[in-house]
């Protein structure tokens, strides 16, 4: 038996329901009974445990195949069993096809209910069971997905998709709080008109604002019985709609969350959704779902906000490592910098693709960061170097490979521009003899600018060369140290004063 399965009995007949009434309470089951079908669908709105619904068919006012009908659409896993006589076998069986699980034949006998009544138990444990496993796997699946993201507003999208697909909505939005926690702004919506697509609301204002305020759901089922609700939902078409919060579970530092109660809760955004497909109300099951998705999909916004500032510092940590390596040497001061400018700019120049961009945008400032792992007194030297101290120097790319590898947000683009700025397209450079094609093109790029930027550039023994030698150089090594493309954009972006030279 299912725990607390209460039993409805509707009989216009007093006899009928006292004898059904005596069996089913014998037998254990809280039992309530109706004269009609007006009664019983009160009944079934009152107690939320009813699970198996007897009812005969002829009565007044409302036959038991509407009652039927009315009462799966308000509880869609209610079971109905129908009581009838011979005389009305066909529309028993009719009633079967309506939804009807089974009927017994009056009069009937105590093993004749009780076998029914065992039986529609069973089915409703295993439909409860199905749909609880279902509901625990689409689950799973959910939170398995939202914790694979890395971009915030991907994240919200997707959020926003799958809470309109598990309740049947139309129409949806998540407000994301802004910075200072003092106002919602539209970061994702499906279905709503365009000028609602970019609102803001203040904490406290609007359906989404004053939840966000008291930190708690907010299930309408009809805004019409809720007049100083509908003052505030302008952008509703519908009269029913779920607005769910989205709760931080831990501190994040530089966030701020409204918490009007000082320790109340702390509102990272708000989940609306309106227009169920059906044309039905959202009722207390879709606000549950909602609810378990919000909370996981909290968990997944905090994540990613986290990962987000763990990968910034650790960025931030690397390029004052590389910082500190120029700040030996005063003639090297700032070359990180301008190699990364001008790779990007060139970059730009050739119509590489944005994630190409983005790569050298957070790689290129490291290409020397392996430096950390050689000599300063040989990395400063003024006299030329003895072939020992060369061999030293060679190290860095690899020696900077080895530093960045078991960083865990840099991919293989970014090591590469680290471990192959040395390479030269006719294959004599190092460490690795790369040959033509082989060199990635951002490095190739990369070499350019590292080449031209050392050569305008004034050193302890040399002042910088001026443009038309930094051209003669570039020619003269373009096709065995340099891509003859790359060298040939690099002229014209000097010819044409798109390149500073600093001297
Ligand atoms: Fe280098």
Redesign the pocket.
């Known amino acids: 038996m299912v725990e607390q399965s209460r039993i409805l009995v509707v009989d216009d007949e007093a006899v009928i329901r006292e004898l059904m009434g005596d069996i089913l309470t014998e037998e254990g089951y809280p039992v309530e009974s109706a004269a009609n079908g007006r009664a019983a669908l009160d009944l079934l709105k009152q107690f939320d445990d009813i699970v198996l619904l007897f009812t005969d068919i002829v009565m007044p006012e409302m036959d038991g195949i509407q009652l039927i009908r009315e009462a799966r659409s308000l509880k869609p896993s209610l079971i109905p069993i129908v009581m009838t006589g011979f005389a009305t076998l066909e529309t028993a069986r009719a009633a079967v096809k309506e939804g009807a699980y089974d009927y017994v034949l009056k009069p009937f006998s105590l093993s004749e209910i009780k076998l029914a009544v065992s039986n529609a138990l069973e089915r409703y444990r295993l439909a409860h069971e199905n749909a609880r496993l279902r509901e625990v796997t689409e689950l799973f699946t959910f939170s398995e997905q939202v914790v694979r993201f890395r971009d915030e507003h991907a994240l919200l999208d997707f959020v926003l998709k799958a809470a309109l697909e598990r309740v049947g909505a139309k129409r949806g939005s998540i407000m994301l709080t802004s910075r200072d926690g003092r106002a919602l702004e539209v970061a994702a919506s499906v279905g709503l008109p365009e000028e609602a697509a970019h609102v803001s609301v203040t904490i406290g204002n609007g359906i989404s604002g004053l939840v966000a305020q008291r930190g708690a759901p907010l299930l309408v089922e009809d805004i019409g019985k809720t007049p100083e609700l509908a003052e505030r939902s302008r952008h509703l078409e519908h009269d029913s709609f779920i607005s769910v919060p989205l709760e931080r579970k831990a501190p994040v530092d530089g966030w701020r969350y409204p918490s009007p109660t000082g320790n109340g809760p702390r509102v990272l955004a708000v989940l609306n959704v309106s227009n169920k497909r059906d044309g039905r109300q959202f009722n207390e099951g879709d606000l549950k779902t909602l609810n378990v998705l919000a909370n996981h999909a909290s968990i997944a916004i905090e994540n990613v906000r986290l990962i987000n500032d763990i990968e910034q510092s650790h960025l931030s940590t690397l390029t004052s490592m590389a910082l500190l390596i120029e700040a030996k040497d005063p003639y090297t001061h700032g070359h990180s910098q301008r190699v990364h400018d001008l790779s990007i700019l060139a970059a730009q120049r050739m119509g590489l693709p944005k994630p190409e961009i983005e790569v050298l945008n957070l790689g290129a400032g490291l290409?020397?960061i392996?430096?950390i792992g050689v000599n300063d007194g040989i990395l400063n030297k003024s006299e030329p170097l003895s072939d020992t101290e060369w061999d030293m120097?060679r190290l860095?790319?690899q020696i900077?490979y080895d530093v960045l590898e078991p960083v865990h947000f840099l991919t293989k683009g970014h090591l590469d521009l680290v471990r192959y700025?040395?390479e030269r397209v006719d294959g004599n450079g190092y460490p690795d003899g790369l040959k033509g094609d082989q060199v990635p093109e951002i490095v190739r790029i990369l070499t350019v600018a590292?080449a031209f930027d050392a050569m305008s550039s004034s050193r302890a023994y040399r002042r910088g060369m001026p443009c038309d030698r930094i051209i003669e150089e570039l020619r003269r090594c373009s096709g065995t140290q340099f891509d003859p493309r790359i060298v040939r954009l690099f002229i014209e972006m000097i010819q044409a004063g798109e390149i500073e030279i600093t001297g």
């Open positions: 290409h020397d392996g430096k120097i860095h790319p900077g700025h040395h590292d």
